[in-house]
């Protein structure tokens, strides 16, 4: 899931303009304060046993050591395999919010990724935790409707097989699988996450659209958008799924920097009760932290911004407060998919949203990636880390061109980013 606020250079702008549609990719915070607002990283174990074959850098780029979690029995390697890793060139994916209706309009050009979609329709097609959401994956991409796209439960799969196709489309061009073969690390927006773990054949492309699809409906059932407690139908074709939690919200803060942005969290905390109550969520780049909470916290920090300083506040368009506690009902549900799925060692770097950093144990990964939605999203920090590490070269595969305006708003004089799309 990631926030479409036009680059984040643009953010005010595009805000204004009512195009800010976050998923919850937002992304971090100073180091020092990344790690004390982590409070997922002290469920981490404290030692793990194993160690992995040596690898040299070109066989981890080609090839992955299979090591994989079985069911019902947790099986642990040397989590630090990537601890020293190298960059040079970067695989970017978007999370939600980058989705657009039009995308995939070229997919009939490249078999391969045609190919993707023709999967995707035969998962989505079919029950998975006693939920029906049947649809044509690629009809909804390109030709609509806008509030079906969005959905959450729609929107991440269609980012997740638009960028997985992204990869084909380069690897159809002249050159395109050299560049593929080039890159010794991958990092995702939130939902972003699932793509780059499976480029980095961390699990199948069909186990990875199975969590996605979990993932967003998780999150939605999780998730309500109403003042009082309701129960929301999400209509999918002829499905029909149930929302109802507490009702939460998301709000983008622009203008101040993280420790104001907690500073105003914390005042706004005081007004309300504590199961109101908000916190920094998405730390995405410096000017521009997304706050996800109870709605009458986020009412609270609305009506506190401007004495902070901060230039504008923006009521983001997703169902609830994605990244926070709000979150805990998916939890639960992702914890039992991920324990049935097959997660590998990824072949190379994967960073995680949690703690800016890359592991290589799968039953971690596995954590992590529960903890995911209810920890804060660390994409500045795990951006600030790679461009300090030297890197060359990076590629935005996906729809839309939001992590290339975030990179340039984290370092104006970082490569520039090219995107690939179908």
Same mark, same amino acid.
């Given at each position: 899931?990631?926030?479409?606020?036009?680059?984040?250079?643009?953010?005010?702008?595009?805000a204004?303009? $009512? =195009?800010?549609?976050?998923?919850? !990719?937002?992304?971090?915070?100073?180091?020092?304060?990344? +790690?004390?607002s982590?409070?997922?990283?002290?469920?981490?174990?404290?030692?793990?046993?194993?160690? +992995?074959?040596?690898?040299?850098?070109?066989?981890?780029r080609?090839?992955?050591?299979?090591?994989?979690?079985?069911? $019902?029995?947790?099986?642990?390697?040397?989590?630090?395999?990537?601890?020293?890793?190298?960059?040079?060139?970067?695989?970017?994916?978007?999370?939600?919010?980058?989705?657009?209706?039009?995308?995939?309009?070229?997919?009939?050009?490249?078999?391969?990724?045609?190919?993707?979609?023709?999967?995707?329709?035969?998962? +989505?097609?079919?029950?998975?935790?006693?939920?029906?959401?049947?649809?044509?994956?690629?009809?909804?991409?390109?030709? $609509?409707?806008?509030?079906?796209?969005?959905?959450?439960?729609?929107?991440?799969?269609?980012?997740? /097989?638009?960028?997985?196709?992204?990869?084909?489309?380069?690897?159809?061009?002249?050159?395109?699988?050299?560049?593929?073969?080039?890159?010794?690390?991958?990092?995702?927006?939130?939902? $972003?996450?699932?793509?780059?773990?499976?480029?980095a054949?961390?699990?199948?492309?069909?186990?990875?659209?199975?969590?996605?699809? +979990?993932?967003?409906?998780?999150?939605?059932?999780?998730?309500?958008?109403?003042?009082?407690? &309701?129960?929301?139908?999400?209509?999918?074709?002829?499905?029909?799924a149930?929302?109802?939690?507490t009702?939460?919200?998301?709000?983008?803060?622009?203008?101040?920097d993280?420790?104001? /942005?907690?500073?105003?969290?914390?005042?706004?905390?005081e007004?309300?009760?504590?199961?109101? =109550?908000?916190?920094?969520?998405?730390?995405?780049?410096?000017?521009?932290?997304?706050?996800?909470?109870?709605?009458?916290?986020?009412?609270a920090?609305?009506?506190?911004?401007?004495?902070?300083?901060?230039?504008?506040?923006? =009521?983001?368009? &997703?169902?609830?407060?994605?990244?926070?506690?709000?979150?805990?009902?998916?939890?639960?549900?992702?914890?039992?998919?991920?324990?049935?799925?097959?997660?590998?060692?990824?072949?190379?770097? &994967?960073i995680?949203?949690?703690?800016?950093?890359?592991? !290589?144990?799968?039953?971690?990964?596995? =954590?992590?990636?529960?903890?995911? /939605?209810?920890?804060?999203?660390?994409?500045?920090?795990?951006?600030?880390?790679?461009?300090?590490?030297?890197?060359?070269?990076?590629?935005?595969?996906?729809?839309?061109?939001?992590?290339?305006?975030?990179?340039?708003?984290?370092?104006?004089?970082?490569?520039?980013?090219?995107?690939?799309?179908?």
């Amino acid at each position: 899931m990631a926030m479409t606020v036009a680059g984040c250079a643009g953010g005010a702008a595009a805000a204004l303009a $009512g =195009r800010v549609t976050t998923d919850i !990719s937002l992304a971090v915070a100073k180091p020092t304060r990344m +790690l004390s607002s982590s409070s997922a990283l002290s469920s981490l174990p404290s030692k793990l046993v194993g160690k +992995l074959p040596a690898q040299s850098a070109a066989s981890r780029r080609r090839g992955f050591v299979s090591m994989s979690v079985s069911v $019902g029995a947790e099986v642990t390697t040397n989590d630090g395999a990537f601890a020293d890793y190298k960059v040079s060139t970067a695989f970017l994916f978007p999370g939600q919010g980058a989705q657009a209706v039009g995308m995939g309009s070229e997919v009939h050009t490249i078999p391969a990724a045609a190919a993707l979609y023709s999967k995707a329709n035969e998962i +989505l097609g079919k029950r998975f935790a006693g939920h029906c959401n049947r649809y044509d994956l690629l009809d909804i991409s390109i030709n $609509g409707p806008k509030e079906k796209l969005d959905s959450t439960v729609v929107s991440q799969p269609a980012i997740y /097989v638009a960028s997985l196709a992204a990869v084909e489309a380069l690897r159809a061009r002249e050159n395109g699988q050299a560049i593929i073969d080039s890159v010794d690390v991958t990092c995702g927006l939130s939902l $972003g996450e699932y793509t780059a773990l499976a480029f980095a054949n961390a699990f199948s492309f069909e186990d990875g659209l199975k969590l996605v699809k +979990l993932r967003g409906e998780a999150m939605q059932l999780g998730s309500v958008t109403s003042y009082i407690f &309701v129960i929301r139908w999400i209509e999918v074709d002829d499905c029909i799924a149930a929302a109802d939690a507490t009702p939460s919200a998301m709000v983008s803060v622009i203008g101040l920097d993280a420790e104001k /942005v907690a500073a105003l969290c914390e005042s706004a905390n005081e007004d309300v009760s504590e199961d109101e =109550r908000v916190q920094i969520a998405n730390f995405l780049c410096p000017g521009n932290y997304a706050v996800s909470g109870g709605v009458k916290g986020v009412e609270a920090l609305e009506a506190k911004a401007k004495s902070f300083k901060a230039r504008m506040t923006v =009521r983001l368009a &997703v169902a609830g407060a994605f990244h926070t506690r709000f979150m805990s009902p998916a939890v639960q549900k992702l914890e039992a998919a991920l324990a049935d799925t097959e997660i590998r060692t990824p072949r190379i770097p &994967v960073i995680s949203n949690v703690d800016a950093a890359p592991h !290589s144990d799968p039953a971690t990964i596995k =954590r992590i990636l529960a903890q995911q /939605v209810t920890s804060p999203v660390q994409w500045e920090t795990t951006l600030k880390t790679l461009l300090g590490k030297g890197l060359q070269n990076s590629y935005e595969l996906g729809p839309g061109k939001v992590i290339a305006g975030i990179v340039k708003r984290i370092d104006k004089k970082a490569p520039a980013v090219e995107n690939i799309s179908v």
